[in-house]
């Protein structure tokens, strides 16, 4: 009878502990959200800008996916880091060690 008790008192704390693994999964969540959409808007700042610009923040745009657990837009957006990068460097006049293979 007594570890029914404790168990009955025990109950509701562990409830409510339940509902605040979803709430911070919400809450978890919602962070990466704003942190994708603040990376996609800086990176639209820099498409009018130096083509280095737009391969730093193409970058971190990938990141902000990688974080949000988005393998497909992370892909995405590494493949457009590529893209810009390599106008970047042709742009400065560099080339990669690999075009040289």
């Known amino acids: 009878m007594r570890t029914l008790l404790i168990a009955a008192m025990l109950m509701p704390p562990l409830v409510l ?3 605040c693994a979803d709430a ?5 969540q919602s962070a990466h959200a ?4 603040d990376a996609m808007n800086d990176y639209e700042k820099a ?3 130096a ?3 737009r391969c730093v923040k193409a970058k971190l745009v990938a ?5 949000a657990r988005d393998p497909a837009s992370a892909s995405a957006w590494r ?4 893209a810009d990068c ?6 400065a006049g560099v080339t990669s060690p690999q075009a040289g293979e």
């Open 34 to 37: 704003l942190k994708v959409r």
């Open 63 to 67: 990141l902000a996916y990688e974080d």
């Open 86 to 91: 390599q106008a970047a460097a042709m742009a």
């Open 47 to 49: 498409s009018a800008s």
């Open 24 to 28: 911070l999964d919400a809450q978890a």
């Open 17 to 19: 502990l339940g509902g």
């Open 79 to 82: 493949a457009r880091e590529t």
């Open 51 to 53: 083509p280095l610009d």
